[in-house]
């Protein structure tokens, strides 16, 4: 856990925010020999990134470089140079060479080996901390300093100032507030004249209408059943096959995750239907008949 600083001597780059985006930015510019300050405003690095994958770490994914981009809501096409010069392999090399080795799972999802995401997160901020990199905690970017058409560092709770020649805002979206992730990014961006476009939630669980189901269902997982997204006059949108766990409101699982953030985003009104399937638990027969949210 690191300490809070007053007003550091400029940075070659600032970083705001310690999730991945954030520690990754570190890293790629302490490599290039820059003088690198990070602040987070929570206590230390990665909190959303440790609960990733159920606490496991789903880190990224071996599919090719057209389809990750097809899997992006919207136009991914913004991410192809990104993509072609760090790709998912080049993730995978790089957290090998900090002693986290990776493995790849059902649909290209990739692991640590020792499924652990919090492990991760240590492995980075001990890397960022061993080059050199100033981690300051506690510290909320409220506004952009702005000067000459430049962005010359943030300006912090209390007047703080933190000066940076560049700076890099990776303050993620606003999908958990309880690990941090409350939009901050989107003001700074208002404020530095972007336009923010409407936003849409993604990678989230499904509600079902039948809550009655659910609260029966809690906790069951299907081992890959077929999964079918349809618009409300019955267009079919997406098929999906993968394991689907009950929650107590609706149904979650990397299957359902993949339909909403290939399609959700497109649709604003979507009924996702398990087809039927016919699962044993203890010996009980549970059939599952059109689940739908």
Sequence with gaps: ????????????????????AGMFAAAAAVISGAKVTLLEKNERLGRKMSITG??????TNTASLNDFINNVPGNGRYLFSALSRFSSADCRKFLKELG????????GRVFPVNEQAGKVVDALEEYLTVSGVRLIYLVRAAELLLANRRCQGVIAAGRRIFAGKTAVIATGGASYPQTGSTGDGYA???????????RHPGLVPLCLAEQHLCR??????ITNPLLTLTTAE???????RGDVVFTHFGISGPAV??????????YGVALT???????????KQVIIEYGRS
Excluded: W
């Design 54 to 59: 159920g606490g496991r770490g789903n880190l």
């Design 100 to 107: 986290v080795p990776t493995k790849e799972e059902e649909c």
């Design 234 to 240: 019955g267009k079919t949108i997406a098929i999906e």
């Design 273 to 283: 239907f398990i087809r039927r399937q016919l699962y044993n638990q203890d010996d």
């Design 188 to 198: 700074l961006a208002r404020q530095a004249g972007h336009q923010v476009t409407p």
């Design 216 to 221: 029966q269902l809690q906790g069951l997982s």
């Design 1 to 20: 856990m690191g300490r809070q600083e007053n007003n550091p001597d400029t940075s070659d780059v600032l970083v705001v925010g310690g999730g991945p």
């Design 257 to 266: 995750l993949r339909l909403h953030i290939i399609k959700l985003a497109q």
